[in-house]
């Protein structure tokens, strides 16, 4: 369990917060996100990471699969939780390059619970294993970048040769690829 910031704490900032004290109120997002961190199970193939630990809503998410196409990888996610969450989904990029049909050259990341089926009901864990999930099956049927999608229907050898090819470091076509294994 993650303890970034307890909710009592929160709480006692919001109600001692104002103008005489300084302090400032914690946002309903705010409150909520805590809530999501301290209650997230991570698998042991992913971490979190705080650059600011006074910011909540701005934090990394990093994914080593232990099994798949993409095992021994290295990727990691930028999460922009906005002051609309948990009506709004999160943000998520990924900051690694990498040949993946979900997910594309500018890391934008198509995980259909951060598009239409988001719901407020859902938190971060669920996004956190929705993200791990795609590196385990990816899904060719809702491509962001079609010609790894292609690939990956009709021919998984080739498509697999080219993760590979891709993660450590090298040209797929004309696309050239930072090294990611781990």
Request: charged residues 25%.
């Amino acid at each position: 369990m993650i303890k970034l910031f307890s909710l009592k704490q929160q709480k006692k900032n919001e109600d001692g917060g104002g103008p005489s004290t300084g302090r400032k109120k914690a946002s309903a997002a705010q409150l909520r996100l805590t809530k999501d961190l301290n209650e997230l199970q991570l698998p042991s193939t992913c971490n979190t990471i705080f650059p600011d630990p006074n910011d909540l809503l701005n934090f990394k998410l990093v994914i080593c699969p232990d099994e798949g196409f993409y095992k021994h990888g290295k990727f990691t996610f930028n999460f922009k939780v906005s002051q609309g969450y948990p009506h709004e989904p999160p943000k998520v990029k990924c900051e690694t390059m990498v040949y993946h049909p979900n997910i594309d050259l500018e890391g934008n990341v198509c995980l259909n619970i951060l598009r239409e089926d988001w719901k407020p009901v859902l938190t971060i864990n669920a996004v956190i294993y929705g993200l791990q999930y795609l590196f385990l099956e990816p899904n060719p049927d809702d491509p962001l970048n079609k010609e790894a999608a292609e690939m990956l229907s009709k021919n998984r050898r080739v498509f697999e040769q080219n993760v590979f090819k891709s993660m450590r470091g090298g040209y797929v076509g004309s696309t050239y690829f930072d090294r990611c294994l781990k």
